[in-house]
């Protein structure tokens, strides 16, 4: 699976933006996903995770109630829906995907089995 991340950009406090994260190669239904985030000189973080059927989702605490994760198999896409940004968002946004959603949840960059590139949200004050 090769994963795309975009739509990342610069927006100020208060804005909103939506990420898209496009698989190739084969099919994402049968497995969970997630968004991850980093910041220059702290670890990958968790931003939030989605199970294959779209049926079980978690968010850090950081984001819940602003960020809204979604999917479409039909389209091989993964969605973030980021809203009420604030300048503590801006990192490099990565999408990723296991067959274990328990796997996507411990964000291991080694545990994990596929990694987007990533895209650049700048949230500005």
């Known amino acids: 699976v090769q994963l795309q991340a975009s739509g990342g950009g610069l927006v100020q406090a208060g804005g909103s933006l939506r990420l898209s994260c496009a698989a190739t190669g084969r099919s994402i239904n049968t497995y969970a996903m997630g968004w991850f985030r980093q910041d220059p000189g702290k670890e990958r973080e968790l931003v939030a995770a989605?199970?294959?059927?779209?049926?079980?989702?978690d968010y850090s605490d950081s984001v819940k109630g602003r960020f809204t994760i979604s999917r479409d198999n039909a389209k091989n896409t993964l969605y973030l829906q980021m809203n009420s940004l604030k300048p503590e968002d801006t990192a490099v946004y990565y999408c990723a995907c296991d067959p274990t959603y328990n796997t996507v949840l411990g964000g291991s960059p080694g545990g994990v089995r596929y990694w987007g590139k990533g895209t650049l949200v700048t949230v500005s004050s």
């Open positions: 989605i199970s294959w059927s779209g049926g079980r989702y």
